[in-house]
């Protein structure tokens, strides 16, 4: 499989067997996934030893930092550009952000990055990658996850807490435009949710089933309402 030209945390890149995982990658099931949101990039494996050198080599697959937002700012030649102004959602975008508060009826979501519907699309996840250019926000941009807008199902049992906290990424969708200061977001499908959280010991977790992460060095789990990997 080809490499995405930008990569969002819980992202399948490739197999372990193409690829070692470094800085901002890691590995769980053989597969190598992104830990943080960048760009991903191949470097070629240090000199191998006599030992090594009767096996073929891998190369080295590493996420490059977004840079800082700067007038005229993009990637080049792989399609995500930087805005140096709000980059505005609108209803059927999907979007990446950083939760930072939560409270019992509702999450606030620090919006990060926008990936546009685009014409004719019917505001499915599937937007957010495969083609679709992500524009990193410049400028703040806030949305709120309410309690009802969590999940599809048993909204009435929904307790925020056991789904989100301060400091998780998330995968959204735009489903109104909100009040003057706030969007509102819904994770009420599979592929939308926390797709990288951290543990109370402050270690990058991984996703071991819809509704909850486990911290790979402690071995504890904790509970999140999870986006499927896409």
């Keep these: 499989m080809s490499l995405p030209a930008l990569a969002l945390p819980g992202q399948l890149l490739g197999s372990s067997k193409a690829y070692i995982a470094g800085p901002g990658t890691h590995l769980h099931a053989s597969n190598v996934y992104a830990s943080l949101p960048g760009r991903p990039v191949t470097t070629s494996s240090p000199s191998p030893s006599l030992k090594q050198q009767q096996t073929p080599s891998k190369p080295t697959l ?7 937002a700067s007038p005229s700012a993009d990637f080049g030649p792989v399609g995500e550009r930087v805005s140096n102004t709000n980059a505005l959602p609108r209803v059927g975008d999907v979007v990446v952000g950083r939760v930072t508060r939560c409270m019992m009826r509702q999450v606030n979501v620090a919006v990060l990055v926008v990936y546009s519907a685009g014409e004719g699309k019917d505001g499915g996840v599937s937007s957010d990658s495969g083609g679709n250019e992500g524009v990193v926000c410049a400028d703040e941009v806030q949305g709120v996850v309410r309690k009802e807008d969590v999940r599809a199902t048993e909204k009435e049992k929904v307790v925020l ?6 400091g998780d990424l998330v995968r959204a969708v735009v489903i109104s435009l909100g009040d003057q200061s706030n969007y509102y977001l819904s994770t009420a499908k599979n592929e939308l949710g926390v797709i990288m959280a951290k543990s109370e010991n402050e270690n990058t977790m991984y996703p071991i089933s819809w509704k909850e992460f486990k911290d790979p060095m402690t071995g504890e789990t904790e509970t999140r309402k999870v986006a499927k990997p896409v």
Excluded at 62 to 68: A, D, G, H, M
Excluded at 161 to 166: A, K, M, Q, S, T
């Design 62 to 68: 590493i996420i490059s930092r977004l840079p800082s």
């Design 161 to 166: 807490g056991e789904g989100f906290r301060v």
